[in-house]
């Protein structure tokens, strides 16, 4: 009995595999990120949410590549995700397993998130990835508004 006890304690306390820890090369990938623009708008009287959810490939060294997007509100506005010139990655802190972006702002609207005739500037990001390395959390910041949420979940290996 002491042994079972024994080894059902080390398994809650001692570090698995799936708690590894993270590196920069974790975040490589094809990932779905969903914006929460924490926004409200009124259309025809009725208030809609602005949400917009991307396809971005993030590739070793954290440069992003964005993909198709898609909104995900009754509004039916497009939307985009786009990057201006910029040495700005997304970079994994390891220590903490947390992700921003590295380099400087080389412009105020180095990333975007555009729907409908408004464009969103995405000047900086924090987010945590699970343990199991598949899911980003988070948020980031656009300019006028203090933080957005972000949830990311990788949908394919390069």
Known sequence: MFTRL???????????????????????????????????????GAERVQFLSCILNIKADGTITPGDCETVNNSGDPGSFFIAPSNRKLAMKASNCTVAFSGDIVFSNDFGLVLG???????????????????????????GTPWAAVTAMKIAKP
Do not use: E, H
Not at 16 to 43: E, M, P
Not at 121 to 141: C, E, H, R, Y
């Open 117 to 143: 005739n408004v464009t969103y500037f995405v000047n900086g990001a924090k987010l945590s990835i699970s343990p199991d390395k598949q899911m980003l959390l988070g948020w980031v910041s656009i300019a």
């Open 6 to 44: 024994l080894a059902a304690a080390l398994a809650v306390t001692l570090p698995s595999a799936a708690f590894a820890a993270c590196t920069q090369a974790d975040l490589k990938g094809k990932w779905r990120f969903n914006f929460d623009l924490n926004r409200t708008i009124t259309i025809d």
